[in-house]
């Protein structure tokens, strides 16, 4: 089969966590074309090389820092110079640091809304204009339930998960009519290297730990949304008891902050 009549699939977040893991899902479940974006070349090209040889997907790497957001567009070009087309873009990367709100710095502030919410806005314009020409296309975002339900020390992160759930919802309601899907997918918390970065995060996934999924449950949930056919959901939060925290959020605000106070202060 030729390339340009494989599904293109542009994953960001793949050389780690659930954008790895859903690059291996797909690779395993069709026939894809896979472009790989993440900052760690060396991670993405051994993930390439696994994939290839064990797989019918084609995959080719991108090595992107995506907080340079004026170079998010040339990627886009770039992909379709040599695949011809983009039918999924799939946004996993993203960080997050749990601290408390008045002592988080300028920099980190600015780097997480520039990867967790600045690089999406960038990403999904450059995609989706080049989807509306095709007349069809998937957007899909990793959020977090951080911005449904925001917690004590996840200030900024929250704040940068919440920012993007909302501009997807826009977007979702702007591209109805031209055959694109925006799906928003906020997980709770996922055993991940997400958590490797400060002491403070691994003490946070072990309090939490009954409540976290396996990073392959999540990947599968964005391997069967790529995959799926027909109507797309616009939002996925998982797993359920977050569901039921978050609806107990919406209807009962006050009952839940108690609760959050309580027994989600955990960071
Ligand atoms: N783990 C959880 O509990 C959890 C829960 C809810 C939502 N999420 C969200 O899920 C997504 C994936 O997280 P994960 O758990 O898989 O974490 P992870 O294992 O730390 O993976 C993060 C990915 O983002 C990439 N990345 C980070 N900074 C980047 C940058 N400046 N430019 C390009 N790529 C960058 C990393 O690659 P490089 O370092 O190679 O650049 C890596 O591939 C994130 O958006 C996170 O907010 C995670």
Not at 97 to 105: C, H, M, V
Not at 157 to 172: P, R
Not at 179 to 203: E, L, Y
Not at 235 to 264: K, S
Request: no cysteine; proline share 4%.
């Amino acid at each position: 089969m030729s390339q340009l009549s494989k599904t293109v699939v542009l994953i960001t977040g793949a050389s780690s966590g659930i954008g790895e893991a859903t690059a291996r899902k797909l690779a395993q479940q069709s026939n894809f074309s896979l472009v790989l974006v993440a900052r760690n070349q060396q991670k993405l090209e051994t993930l390439a090389e696994e994939l290839s040889a064990h797989s019918s997907a084609d995959v080719m790497v991108y090595p992107l820092d995506l907080t340079k957001l004026e170079l998010i567009p040339a990627m886009v070009e770039a992909v379709l110079n040599r695949l011809g087309r983009l039918d999924v873009v799939l946004q996993v990367a993203g960080a997050g640091d749990f601290k408390p709100a008045l002592d988080i710095n300028l920099e980190e502030v600015v780097n997480q809304f520039q990867l967790n919410t600045l690089a999406g806005i960038v990403l999904s314009q450059a995609a989706g204009q080049q989807m509306v020409k095709q007349g069809n296309g998937k957007i899909l975002i990793v959020a977090s339930m951080s911005g449904k339900l925001p917690t004590p020390q996840s200030s900024v992160y929250a704040a940068s998960k919440s920012a993007i759930n909302t501009y997807a919802a826009a977007l979702e309601m702007e591209l109805e009519s031209s055959g694109i899907a925006v799906t928003v997918v906020n997980p709770g918390p996922v055993r991940t290297p997400f958590f490797d970065h400060s002491s403070t995060m691994q003490d946070y996934i072990q309090n939490v730990d009954r409540f976290a999924m396996d990073v392959d449950q999540v990947a599968q949930k964005l391997a069967n949304l790529v995959l799926k056919t027909g109507s797309m959901p616009r939002e996925v939060n998982m797993p359920f008891t977050m569901r039921l925290a978050y609806w107990g959020h919406r209807f009962f605000p006050n009952l839940a902050r108690w609760l959050t106070m309580r027994f989600a202060n955990f960071k």
